[in-house]
């Protein structure tokens, strides 16, 4: 089955810095990858997905690349302001359920 | 549109009791998928619902059971209680159901059900 490792576990970057996650995958297989947000307390919420057929996506501040070959994905977020503080996760399908990434948490220091 | 609907929002309970949490999804959203958060552990698959069926279990023992209902609505029990069991349970709806490596539908989560075992 799907395998997703998730790095770093935690980060912290000082405000208006850039912040990049990294997830690995191990299905050759799998062809969309999501990110989702979760604010402390909150439910977590679809912020930027990207698919095989394309190597990056933008959205604003944030950006995903996918490298299919070797088999990762990355979430860029640019110009970094204290409500991205938060814990990301990525995400890939799985068998017949999506598997998600341990979780990183940002912290953006003012 | 009323987002993902889960009661209750905070229980307490002790070992070997047992607890039923429900979800109510977005309308039109047939797919149902539960998942325990706790710390350290991210977002672990209990199950997934799609038309009254269980499509899929994750790796978790028979005290975790789930149910859909005609309405979508889903219900999952965890029966006798252990102190490990205590995490935020999160219930997922989306469109359709999660196709092996091409899904491309968004999980709409609720806010959780946090149970605290003691």
Known sequence: GENVEQHPSTLSVQEGDSAVIKCTYSD???????????????RPQLIIDIRSN????KDQRIAVTLNKTAKHFSLHITETQPEDSAVYFCAAPGGQNFVFGPGTRLSVLP | KAGVTQTPRYLIKTRGQQ????C???????????????PGQGLQF?????SETQRNKGNFPGRFSGRQFSNSRSEMNVSTLELGD???YLCASSLDPVVRASNTGELFFGEGSRLTVL
């Open chain 2, 86 to 88: 205590s995490a935020l």
């Open chain 1, 54 to 57: 394309v190597g990056e996506k």
């Open chain 1, 28 to 42: 050759s297989a799998s062809n969309y990858f999501p990110w989702y947000k979760q604010e402390l307390g909150k």
């Open chain 2, 19 to 22: 607890v039923t949490l429900s």
């Open chain 2, 46 to 50: 209990l199950f997934e619902y799609f």
């Open chain 2, 24 to 38: 109510s999804p977005i309308s039109g959203h047939r797919s149902v998928s539960w998942y325990q958060q706790t």
